[in-house]
């Protein structure tokens, strides 16, 4: 059986908009005659006589929003939309179309002729409005369905091989550390059930963000030799303020790809600030280039993250990039 359309709260408040909007236009020539006359009588006569003409425009613009232009002209059965729309016109405006004219009195027959080709011309306006609207509306839908297609691939281009690195860390673990493997597996288990099923929101507590960070750095750090130091640091006001989930894992990831060296001392210092509606989060790590053959940490991660951003937070956010002293940093700052 075909599936009925979810209906959204956005195109109910949709439809009392129009319902109100097209409701003052039929009334207000009524409610002008009344606040200039104060005339009762003559204010009913000028919301028939609008009523008259434009009521019939009124019931074409609905019929074209809510009906024939998804249903017709966005289907491609133009033709169809053309005698749908024919029909309408002349059903909705059988009153004025086929009035009979002999009765009208000579000197009014030329002023009604103009009013009638003036009608036809609102109705066909009404169908341009309906269509115009509905064009618009149909590209900002396709253009916000585009944009969350992109937002999902990007979120989810966390580097499989830290899963592997993990379990290969694990593994060697058991041999060492039974007791401490396992809390890594239940880090590991925590991490991956929060990347799956808590991350499908578009914006997730800033609380849940901060813990999934903590037990990534702590499960990155098993890669890490004596010759490595990691200092992370995470200063939260409002731990339920919601940020878009993931945003900051590429840069960890970068940080412990080109901060780790097994040969020579190396740093890694992660941090994130939270204050008033201000999201800091830095990342410095000592640079160790990757050799050309290795394209792992190739700098996608970074473009993906600045891309989020763009998309996410548009004149919202600010981004530092350097390299000094050896010392590759980045710095995001995030107006909530």
């Given amino acids: 059986m075909p599936t009925m359309k979810k209906i959204h709260i956005k195109d109910v408040w949709l439809f009392i908009a129009q319902v109100l909007l097209l409701s003052l236009t039929l009334l207000s020539p009524g409610l002008i005659s009344y606040v200039t006359s104060h005339n009762p009588q003559l204010a009913w006569e000028s919301l028939m006589v609008s009523a008259y003409w434009l009521a019939p425009a009124v019931a074409v613009y609905l019929l074209n929003f809510y009906l024939c232009v998804p249903l017709l002209w966005f289907r491609h059965r133009h033709w169809q939309f053309v005698v749908a729309n024919v029909v ?9 179309i086929f009035k009979d004219f002999k009765s ?3 000197n009014l027959l030329a002023g009604y002729s103009s009013f009638l080709i003036f009608a036809l011309l609102v ?15 149909r590209q900002s839908e396709k253009k916000q ?3 969350e297609a992109e937002l999902a691939w990007l979120k989810n281009q966390i580097n499989p091989h830290f899963l592997f ?8 673990l058991t ?25 499908n929101k578009p914006k997730v507590p800033l609380e849940g963000e901060v813990e999934f960070m903590r037990n990534y750095i702590e499960l990155m750090k098993l890669r890490c ?52 509606g ?15 053959k290795d394209r792992s940490g190739s700098g996608i991660g970074l473009e993906n993250t600045r891309r989020r951003l763009d998309l996410l937070y548009s004149g919202r956010y600010q981004w530092e990039q350097t390299l000094e002293n050896d010392i590759y940093h980045v710095r995001i700052t995030i107006k909530m």
């Fill in 88 to 96: 309408l016109i002349l059903t909705s405006n059988a009153h004025v």
């Fill in 104 to 106: 009208l009195p000579e």
């Fill in 123 to 137: 109705n066909l306006m009404a169908i341009g409005i309906a269509l115009s609207i509905r064009y618009v509306m």
């Fill in 145 to 147: 369905k585009e944009v």
């Fill in 165 to 172: 690195n993990t379990l290969n860390n694990i593994s060697s």
């Fill in 175 to 199: 041999q060492i550390d039974a007791d401490k493997a396992q809390d890594t597996i239940m880090q590991l288990s925590d991490l991956l059930r929060y990347a799956m099923y808590e991350t």
């Fill in 225 to 276: 030799n004596e010759m490595t130091r990691v200092n992370a640091q995470f200063t939260i006001h409002n731990s339920q303020l919601e940020v878009a989930p993931l945003l900051f894992i590429s840069l960890i990831e970068n940080a412990f790809k080109h901060g780790m060296n097994s040969n020579a001392p190396a740093t890694i210092d992660i941090s994130l600030t939270q204050q008033d």
């Fill in 278 to 292: 201000t999201l800091v989060f830095t990342s410095d790590n000592t640079n160790n280039p990757k050799p050309t």
